[in-house]
């Protein structure tokens, strides 16, 4: 039997600084991470420590300007970074996407003085963001959301309920859609609005199959009052920002999914190589070798395209195709591979004693969150062929 450990990934990366950015992540994952992932995400505790931690080490902020405590990263590292940590644990890898999306408004749509008063503390300050767009009865169908803001004098009055809010009821701030006017997407307009607002409350955590660690909930607004100078970017401007927001979002769940996937392999090569039956390790026999080919494939073609995205958008190029078919590809190859993962361990797959079975789990969420992958399908064919005709 062998003791064959996983192999670091090889990474093309930009710069020798990213190179020490990467080992400092893995050092982070393998030491903070990794070792309590298991235990925690049974127990549904969300590792606040942890994202201090990232805080302090100044991962919270990576994408961003570095005069706001940002990291100046290009996104071609940033999403390599969230693979690592989506390895070690996706409830932290996610959450740090989740935060990096939550900051998108103001970093990008903010007015300097917004960005001078804001942007530090939820960059390098040790502050969690939540991302505030789907609500009960609109998902997919964002346009359609009814929380609404309502101006009185200098201030805004906010009501409504969002859903789906990762983490929802522990954020410090929450970036959120609200109408403002008209029907459809020109009558919505972003606010950023603490976490300790009077009339903000979050409901009781959905109880979901995977990623327990991750705080998942309603999100309500009673008559929550924020003053003009927290509106992110024109009336009206909301929708497109929400949108431009989630072309981003997407590339982080797709280096999520592969970090995730990459995880299950790891799992699965190291399970085939230490276990022997007829006389030798299993990983020996034809039909789990090309499992675990397969298997590698997936996870470098989706790797390859995730970051062939990024750098669209880091030489300021279109990228919302691309970011729609990375996170399409990497969240349906994450299913897949972890589904194989599972398979290759057999019944010890399937008991909590070894983490394939949770790896499965978590995969699912992935091609639902951000965009369904049947919405992602969508957004790619309208590039390829056109709008749908009405």
Request: proline share 5%; charged share 25%; hydrophobic share 40%.
């Amino acid at each position: 039997m062998s003791d064959r450990d996983p192999q670091p990934v090889e990474r093309q990366l930009p710069t020798e600084e990213a190179r020490d950015l990467l080992a400092l992540v893995r050092n982070i994952a393998q030491r903070e991470i990794a070792p309590r992932a298991a235990e925690e995400e049974d127990a549904g505790r969300f590792p606040r420590e942890v994202f201090t931690l990232l805080s302090e080490s100044g991962l919270l902020g990576l994408p961003y300007d570095s005069e706001y405590g940002g990291g100046d990263q290009p996104y071609e590292v940033y999403l390599q970074v969230l693979e690592e940590l989506a390895a070690a644990r996706l409830t932290v890898g996610l959450g740090v996407s989740v935060h990096t999306l939550a900051s998108y408004a103001l970093a990008t749509y903010g007015t300097k003085q917004q960005q001078v008063e804001h942007l530090p503390a939820m960059l390098g300050g040790g502050l969690l963001g939540a991302y505030c767009l789907s609500e009960p009865s609109s998902g997919s169908d964002a346009a359609s959301l009814r929380t609404r803001a309502v101006r009185e004098g200098d201030d805004w009055v906010i009501n409504g309920t969002k859903a789906w809010i990762t983490h929802g009821g522990i954020a410090d701030f929450y970036t959120v859609m609200t109408r403002t006017g008209e029907d459809g997407p020109r009558g919505i307009t972003a606010f950023l609005v603490p976490g300790d607002a009077p009339g903000l409350s979050g409901a009781a955590p959905e109880k979901k199959m995977g990623m327990k660690g991750s705080p998942t909930a309603q999100v309500h607004f009673d008559g929550v009052r924020v003053g003009d100078d927290r509106r992110l970017g024109e009336e009206g401007q909301g929708f497109f920002i929400a949108l431009s927001a989630l072309d981003s979002g997407r590339l982080g769940i797709a280096a999520c999914a592969i970090g995730l996937a990459q995880a299950a392999l790891d799992e699965a090569v190291g399970y085939a190589t230490r276990r022997s039956q007829f006389g030798r390790p299993i990983a020996d026999f034809q039909g789990l070798r090309f499992m675990i080919a397969d298997m590698a494939t997936q996870i470098e073609a989706g790797r390859a395209l995730y970051l062939a995205a990024a750098r669209l958008r880091d030489a300021g190029k279109p990228f919302a195709k691309q970011a729609a078919m990375a996170k399409l590809h990497c969240t349906d190859a994450a299913m897949k591979v972890t589904t194989d993962a599972v398979q290759i361990l057999g019944g010890y797959g399937y008991t909590a004693d070894f983490p394939a079975e949770r790896y499965m789990r978590e995969a699912k969420v992935l091609q639902i969150v951000e965009g369904t992958n049947q919405i992602q399908r969508m957004v790619i064919a309208r590039h390829v062929a056109g709008p749908e005709a009405r």
